[in-house]
């Protein structure tokens, strides 16, 4: 794994450590939840050099992405702005992750 690689994932870990706050914050207990998960894939993606950390955290984005617009629907924000925001919010992390380790994927565990 390359030092580019590893930053971004420090990166990416504090940013969903910041995201998780903020959820926590307001209350939002399922997407506290999704977000450490996601951590956690992130964790064994970095630490353990498994693809199965990208493959997990890549379903709890998607379950974070159900969950965004679900909030965002039942918090009157509209089903549109809801699903955009959700898709931005559930695609950066696994998005940017990939664009780092796509070409060392089959050197992973």
């Known amino acids: 794994m390359t030092k580019g690689t590893k930053i971004w994932l420090w990166f990416a ?7 998780t706050g903020i959820n926590a914050s307001y209350g ?8 450490l998960a996601a951590m956690a894939g992130l964790a064994v993606l970095l630490f353990q050099k498994r693809k199965a950390g990208y493959v997990f955290m890549c379903g709890c984005y998607v379950l974070s992405f159900v969950s ?7 918090g009157g924000t509209g089903l549109i702005v809801s699903v955009v925001m959700s898709l931005i919010g559930s695609m950066v992390i696994p998005g940017i992750t990939w664009l780092f380790i796509r070409k060392k994927w ?4």
């Not at 870990?13 to 995201?19: I, P, S």
């Not at 965004?68 to 039942?74: A, D, L, P, R, S």
């Open 13 to 19: 870990l504090v940013l969903g450590l910041a995201t």
């Open 28 to 35: 939002r207990w399922i997407s506290v939840a999704i977000s």
């Open 68 to 74: 965004g617009v679900m909030q965002g629907v039942t």
């Open 106 to 109: 089959k050197f992973l565990n």
